[in-house]
């Protein structure tokens, strides 16, 4: 028997559905070529995406575990897959309540302007925010407690020297989305060109 399964009575009962205040609270695992994408609900609401181990397989994506009920949870899983499969996709998911402060969510936003196939620096983006260069750092740490990768496409923020430095999941993991994007690495490392202004 998995660990994702305990007996309740003569059935099983996969563990994710827990209850919390009376509403439904479970996960459900998207398996793409670099590993598997957990997509956490509470209700029928997003409140964190978790990338799991970097895992390259040649592999079809695919859904394993529950399926959300809700008209949302299921567009946005047909989202992350047509993602993964190279088609356009786009997201319109609202970072959860009370998570972060206003900057922090100040900053995700902008992240989330930075388009697909696109990257910026930590600097780059510290400037946007109308914050001196200085803040990149500061911009950098908020950037890396993002609850919602991907949706919020932190993957394409990089250091100021092209490094991929900086992504919860793992450089790897950075490394790989951005490709997928078609950006352009050398040596694992994309061109920043001097922040302007």
């Given at each position: 028997?998995?660990?994702?399964?305990?007996?309740?009575?003569?059935?099983?009962?996969?563990?994710?559905?827990?209850?919390?205040?009376?509403?439904?609270?479970?996960?459900?695992?998207?398996?793409?070529?670099?590993?598997?994408?957990?997509?956490?609900?509470?209700?029928d609401?997003?409140?964190?995406?978790?990338?799991?181990?970097?895992?390259?397989?040649?592999?079809?994506?695919?859904?394993?575990?529950?399926?959300?009920?809700?008209?949302?949870?299921?567009?946005?899983?047909?989202?992350?897959?047509?993602?993964?499969?190279g088609?356009?996709?786009?997201?319109?998911?609202?970072?959860?309540e009370?998570?972060?402060?206003?900057?922090?969510?100040?900053v995700?936003?902008?992240?989330?302007?930075?388009?697909q196939?696109?990257?910026?620096?930590?600097?780059?983006?510290?400037?946007?925010?109308?914050?001196?260069?200085?803040?990149?750092?500061?911009?950098?740490?908020?950037v890396?407690?993002?609850?919602?990768?991907?949706?919020y496409?932190?993957?394409?923020?990089?250091?100021?020297?092209?490094?991929?430095?900086?992504?919860?999941?793992?450089?790897?993991?950075?490394?790989?989305?951005?490709?997928?994007?078609?950006?352009?690495?050398?040596?694992?490392?994309?061109?920043?060109?001097?922040?302007?202004?």
């Amino acid at each position: 028997m998995s660990d994702d399964r305990e007996i309740r009575g003569t059935f099983y009962r996969p563990k994710v559905y827990d209850q919390v205040n009376n509403t439904l609270t479970a996960s459900t695992d998207v398996v793409t070529q670099f590993g598997t994408v957990r997509i956490c609900w509470h209700d029928d609401t997003v409140i964190n995406i978790v990338l799991g181990p970097f895992d390259p397989e040649e592999r079809r994506v695919t859904v394993r575990r529950f399926m959300p009920p809700h008209p949302e949870g299921q567009a946005l899983i047909a989202q992350f897959m047509r993602y993964f499969i190279g088609k356009p996709s786009s997201f319109d998911v609202p970072l959860p309540e009370d998570v972060g402060t206003d900057f922090h969510r100040l900053v995700w936003a902008a992240v989330r302007e930075v388009p697909q196939g696109s990257y910026e620096s930590y600097g780059q983006l510290a400037l946007r925010l109308g914050l001196p260069m200085g803040r990149a750092r500061n911009v950098g740490n908020i950037v890396a407690q993002n609850p919602l990768p991907i949706i919020y496409p932190c993957h394409r923020i990089v250091a100021s020297t092209g490094a991929l430095t900086g992504y919860s999941a793992g450089p790897h993991w950075k490394k790989a989305l951005l490709l997928h994007e078609g950006v352009t690495l050398h040596n694992d490392r994309v061109q920043v060109d001097p922040p302007t202004g």
